[in-house]
């Protein structure tokens, strides 16, 4: 049975043709597969979360994508950043950025990765176990520690639930020997799930923040911040509700979690800020089928799980595919090009595209430009690793 998606591209939603002409001009001859970024978009992206809550800091987490491009840009506009490793630590420090701008977001360290952290100037820490508090203050001693709380990532297409945090209980008594410990217990933080549709999933989380800060409170320990983490959308194939409504809902419940004491908040996007300024290139490689008397069209692209479309799995992100032709269309199974059987991208609800694609065909697909570089393997079948270019530098160079 054919489960033919709901979904047709129309590139008004993502841009007009003659943008899309403009970025064709300086991609076609680069060789696929690559991913373009447009900085114009994150900087604008930047620029209108900032103007949806400008209470907030913006942490941008790094690991969405770490092109030093996207880094100077952010740094540039007063960004703060959110790292996970000692690696991710440097490649910020050396565009110049103060280490007072970092935030240690990784629950998971080794002792001597916080060392390093703390001798590069880094002096906020997240956390969300004893075993981890204990690390921190041995290893970066008075540095301000937010613990992580469990959020269940409902309505999220990618999910970060159970791995990190811990419950709001277990949060007090963390906070509490941190405390204890001569660091400085400053905040709660969660993660309400990666591409999260529903903005009340931010008011459940912050009432369970409640529970810390008052369970912190009883304690004599007074916490000063929210971080609300990241998990804004970005449009990939639906609609998503406009980021000033995000903006506003959150500060809403923040009132009414917190009445006439609110707390400072931050939060660190990632998809957000870099998804929707990427495009992603790649050639039609083979159509085939595998009845002779018919069945699905299978079509492979010489790009897939294993290079950069891993949050293809199990079809959670569903990426907007273009193809310039036109005319009928039909339902396509979309796969990768290695020798891995896992390399399937869409197959469950296949893509309906036109049936006049050719192999040697461009397939352009939208919207990717977070988590997709760094997920591409390392000549895995021998594919180097998904280019990235930046359409700025291109026009520059021509
Ligand atoms: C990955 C991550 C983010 C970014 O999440 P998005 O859903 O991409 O906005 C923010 N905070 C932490 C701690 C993360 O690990």
């Not at 971080?227 to 959308?233: A, E, K, Q, S, Y």
Request: proline share 5%.
């Amino acid at each position: 049975m054919v489960i033919a998606s709901d979904y047709e591209f129309e590139m008004e939603n993502y841009m007009s043709f003659e943008e899309f002409d403009k970025f064709k001009k300086f991609s076609i001859d680069k060789q696929t597969p690559f991913v373009m970024i447009d900085l114009d978009i994150v900087a604008k992206k930047y620029d209108d979360l900032s103007k949806a809550m400008p209470q907030s800091d913006i942490y941008y987490a790094v690991k969405a994508n770490p092109e030093i491009e996207v880094l100077k840009l952010l740094a540039d506009k007063g960004s703060f950043f959110d790292v996970a490793t000692i690696y991710e630590i440097d490649r910020v420090l050396e565009l110049g950025v103060d280490p007072s701008r970092l935030s240690f977001g990784n629950t998971i360290k080794k002792a001597r990765d916080i060392a390093y952290a703390y001798s590069k100037g880094v002096r906020l820490f997240s956390t969300d176990c004893e075993s981890d508090v204990r690390k921190i203050a041995e290893n970066a001693p008075e540095s301000r520690v937010f613990c992580r709380i469990i959020a269940e990532g409902i309505g999220a297409s990618w999910p970060l639930s159970r791995k990190f945090g811990c419950y709001p209980d277990m949060a007090i008594e963390v906070l509490t020997l941190a405390h204890q410990l001569g660091l400085k217990a400053c905040g709660v933080s969660f993660h309400v799930g990666s591409q999260q549709y529903y903005i009340s999933q931010w008011r459940e989380a912050l009432w369970d923040v409640k529970i810390v800060f008052d369970g912190t409170a009883e304690r004599g320990i007074k916490l000063d911040f929210v971080n609300l983490g990241g998990g804004f959308p970005v449009r990939y194939n639906h609609p998503i509700p406009e980021t000033i409504a995000y903006g506003a809902e959150i500060m809403e419940y923040m009132v009414e979690v917190f009445g006439d004491d609110i707390p400072k908040t931050i939060i660190e996007p990632g998809r957000y800020m870099t998804g929707d300024s990427g495009i992603l290139v790649t050639e039609v490689v083979q159509i085939s089928k595998k009845e002779a008397g018919g069945g699905r069209s299978w079509m492979y692209v010489d790009t897939g799980k294993f290079g950069g479309l891993i949050e293809t799995l199990d079809e959670c992100i569903r990426y907007p595919i273009y193809s310039e032709r036109t005319g009928k269309m039909i339902p396509y199974i979309i796969a990768g090009p290695t020798c891995d059987s896992a390399d399937i991208m869409y197959e469950k609800a296949p893509y309906m595209l036109p049936e006049a694609i050719h192999e040697g065909d461009r397939l352009y697909f939208f919207t990717t430009g977070a988590y997709t570089t760094t997920y591409s393997s390392v000549y895995f079948n021998g594919f180097p690793p998904l280019e990235t270019y930046i359409l700025q530098k291109c026009k520059e160079s021509q």
